[in-house]
């Protein structure tokens, strides 16, 4: 049943499609010439190096000319463990000081080393790509792709690791995870175009021996390692949650959200979210996933970030967390109080969970609230959510002369706001004339007077009684009825339950009732 609930939503909204009129930059093999190399250990790190081949998929030469105007690359590691997400490292960025315009992604246009021509390709190898050598990120507005003063050099770590790819020793070598590697460049010339969205690609890499690292498969161009996720579970949806224009009209900030609903027996669910910070300099401080009724039973709430690294000036203080009724909320310290926390940086993947005890019913809305200062505060993003609203059914009909009992059915949306809900009585007496009831309470009064039926509504009683129906030949009776115009001024609340019940009379006999449904209703 939940299956059938969620298959409309488990949508996988793919990564932008290359398209031409500019310089177009991308990695066409995580892995380039000669894979992946273990370069270091210490103090329970592994330090790693990436090979990489770029390629110009644009119809116009990348810039590669040094030191404001090339691209700067970065390389990062995740694991998919449990059924979710996590980040496990990252390394200081390598910047390109001469394209080799090779042909290895197309027909070659080409140019001097200062630029990267059509069509085109550049190879570095794991040795020539180490961090150690690079750029921090932290200097970099990676929405333009532009920095205005050249980055520090990684400092402060043992040499072994200093500015590498740096992945904890104890998270290596685990059957049940599967790893993934990315390639991100970050290009002025490719962003400023509007075209920084493809710029990651990933693959997965077998790390069973630390020493001996494997990549398997080919790469998955222009794919954040996000959708690693999706490609290795089913029920990963994941959508954009982007800061529009945020580096100049047409150049936005790049924010993929992903999220998974588990189901643990027992009444309880999993919610998995991962939020992944392409491009956007504004940085991500909170994120809070709102369930739209009340009813929901929050527990383990889990956070996984990032440790930063190499004289990375920002926080490793993992995320507070705080409940309501209706949300769970993540956040780090304001930008006020702490200009360096924790926030998700540009480049980076945060993870965030919790158990709850109600189902995925409906996909619901994630905020995510921006760290720097700036307009928009916050951008919502869809998410699966667990939701105590919906339609059940109780108590029974006695049969009518039809020789069957009267029954109704709900169907619509409980959320209040899209006023459509339907109720539907099948197998009435035909012709016959009728109305629906509702109320708070629920009872059980086998035969009131006039009645041969069941009354199975108690406390005070809500009569439709100015929208009479008939049920036809056909005996069935089909309601709508209107939120904003209710009987006696009721008003519907979220979180109210209320339950519905149709009288009418049997022919000429006494009347009857319809079996009740229950509709808990939502914001």
């Given at each position: 049943m939940?299956?059938?609930?969620?298959?409309?939503?488990?949508?996988?909204?793919?990564?932008?499609?290359?398209?031409?009129?500019?310089?177009?930059?991308?990695?066409?093999?995580?892995?380039?010439?000669?894979?992946?190399?273990l370069?270091?250990?210490?103090?329970?790190?592994?330090?790693?190096?990436?090979?990489?081949?770029?390629?110009?998929?644009?119809?116009?030469?990348?810039?590669?000319?040094?030191?404001?105007?090339?691209?700067?690359?970065?390389?990062?590691?995740?694991?998919?463990?449990?059924?979710?997400?996590?980040?496990l490292?990252?390394?200081?960025l390598?910047?390109?000081?001469?394209?080799?315009n090779?042909?290895?992604?197309?027909?070659?246009?080409?140019?001097?080393?200062?630029?990267l021509g059509?069509?085109?390709?550049?190879?570095?190898?794991a040795?020539?790509?180490d961090?150690?050598?690079?750029?921090?990120?932290?200097?970099?507005?990676?929405?333009?792709?532009?920095?205005?003063?050249?980055?520090?050099?990684?400092?402060?770590?043992?040499?072994?690791?200093?500015?590498?790819?740096?992945?904890?020793?104890a998270?290596?070598?685990?059957?049940?995870?599967?790893?993934?590697v990315?390639?991100?460049?970050?290009?002025?010339?490719?962003?400023?175009?509007?075209?920084a969205?493809?710029?990651?690609?990933?693959?997965?890499?077998?790390?069973?021996?630390?020493?001996?690292?494997?990549?398997?498969?080919?790469?998955?161009?222009f794919?954040?390692a996000?959708?690693?996720?999706?490609?290795?579970?089913?029920?990963?949806m994941?959508?954009?949650?982007?800061?529009?224009?945020?580096?100049?009209?047409?150049?936005?900030?790049?924010v993929?959200?992903?999220?998974?609903?588990?189901?643990?027996?027992?009444?309880?669910?999993?919610?998995d979210y991962?939020?992944?910070?392409?491009?956007?300099?504004?940085a991500?401080?909170?994120?809070?996933?709102?369930?739209?009724?009340?009813?929901?039973?929050?527990t383990n709430?889990?956070?996984?970030?990032?440790?930063?690294?190499?004289?990375?000036?920002?926080?490793?203080?993992?995320?507070?967390?705080?409940?309501?009724?209706?949300?769970?909320?993540?956040?780090t310290?304001?930008?006020?109080?702490?200009p360096?926390?924790?926030?998700?940086r540009?480049?980076?993947?945060?993870?965030?969970?919790?158990?709850?005890?109600?189902?995925?019913?409906?996909?619901?809305?994630?905020?995510?609230?921006?760290?720097?200062?700036?307009?928009?505060?916050?951008?919502?993003?869809?998410?699966?959510?667990?939701?105590?609203?919906?339609?059940?059914?109780?108590?029974?009909?006695t049969?009518?002369?039809?020789?069957?009992?009267?029954?109704?059915?709900?169907?619509?949306?409980?959320?209040?706001?899209a006023?459509?809900?339907?109720?539907?009585?099948?197998?009435?007496?035909?012709?016959?004339?009728?109305?629906?009831?509702?109320?708070?309470?629920?009872?059980?009064?086998q035969?009131?007077?006039?009645?041969?039926?069941?009354?199975?509504?108690?406390?005070?009683?809500?009569?439709?009684?100015?929208?009479?129906?008939?049920?036809?030949?056909?005996?069935?009776v089909?309601?709508?009825?209107?939120?904003?115009?209710l009987?006696?001024?009721?008003?519907?609340?979220?979180?109210?339950?209320?339950?519905?019940?149709f009288?009418?009379?049997?022919?000429?006999?006494?009347?009857?009732?319809?079996?009740?449904?229950?509709?808990?209703?939502?914001?």
């Amino acid at each position: 049943m939940i299956r059938a609930i969620l298959a409309p939503f488990l949508l996988l909204i793919s990564a932008v499609s290359v398209q031409g009129q500019a310089p177009d930059l991308a990695v066409s093999n995580v892995g380039g010439a000669d894979g992946m190399g273990l370069l270091g250990q210490a103090g329970g790190v592994h330090a790693y190096s990436v090979a990489v081949t770029s390629c110009n998929v644009g119809d116009t030469p990348v810039s590669w000319s040094p030191p404001f105007d090339m691209p700067v690359t970065g390389q990062n590691a995740y694991r998919i463990v449990d059924g979710r997400i996590e980040m496990l490292g990252y390394s200081f960025l390598k910047a390109g000081f001469c394209a080799i315009n090779e042909a290895s992604c197309g027909t070659c246009e080409p140019t001097p080393c200062s630029s990267l021509g059509v069509g085109c390709a550049s190879t570095n190898v794991a040795t020539t790509m180490d961090g150690a050598f690079g750029w921090a990120k932290w200097p970099i507005d990676a929405a333009r792709g532009a920095w205005s003063v050249l980055p520090p050099d990684p400092t402060g770590d043992p040499g072994p690791i200093n500015g590498r790819l740096q992945i904890a020793s104890a998270a290596l070598g685990d059957p049940g995870s599967i790893y993934v590697v990315e390639i991100h460049h970050v290009s002025g010339h490719d962003h400023l175009a509007g075209l920084a969205q493809n710029n990651q690609s990933w693959r997965y890499v077998d790390l069973m021996q630390p020493a001996q690292p494997t990549l398997i498969g080919g790469t998955r161009m222009f794919e954040p390692a996000i959708f690693a996720w999706s490609d290795t579970h089913a029920g990963v949806m994941i959508t954009e949650a982007n800061i529009l224009h945020e580096g100049g009209p047409g150049v936005h900030g790049h924010v993929w959200v992903g999220s998974r609903a588990t189901e643990l027996g027992g009444g309880q669910w999993r919610y998995d979210y991962a939020v992944q910070n392409q491009t956007s300099t504004r940085a991500i401080g909170s994120f809070r996933v709102s369930t739209p009724c009340p009813g929901t039973t929050v527990t383990n709430p889990r956070f996984f970030g990032l440790r930063h690294h190499s004289g990375s000036p920002y926080s490793n203080a993992d995320w507070s967390v705080a409940q309501t009724v209706l949300d769970i909320t993540w956040s780090t310290e304001d930008f006020g109080t702490n200009p360096n926390a924790n926030a998700l940086r540009w480049g980076t993947l945060y993870s965030y969970s919790f158990v709850a005890n109600l189902p995925p019913v409906a996909v619901g809305v994630a905020e995510l609230g921006l760290f720097a200062p700036g307009s928009p505060a916050s951008v919502t993003a869809q998410v699966f959510v667990p939701t105590a609203g919906g339609f059940t059914r109780y108590c029974t009909a006695t049969n009518n002369s039809t020789g069957a009992p009267a029954r109704l059915t709900a169907t619509g949306s409980p959320f209040i706001a899209a006023s459509d809900i339907d109720l539907t009585v099948t197998s009435l007496p035909p012709s016959n004339f009728g109305y629906f009831l509702m109320s708070q309470t629920q009872d059980f009064v086998q035969s009131p007077p006039g009645s041969q039926g069941n009354l199975c509504l108690g406390g005070s009683i809500v009569r439709f009684s100015g929208d009479i129906l008939n049920s036809g030949a056909a005996g069935v009776v089909s309601f709508h009825p209107d939120p904003l115009d209710l009987p006696g001024g009721t008003v519907w609340m979220p979180g109210d339950t209320w339950n519905f019940q149709f009288w009418t009379r049997d022919g000429q006999g006494p009347s009857n009732f319809s079996d009740g449904a229950t509709i808990i209703f939502c914001q």
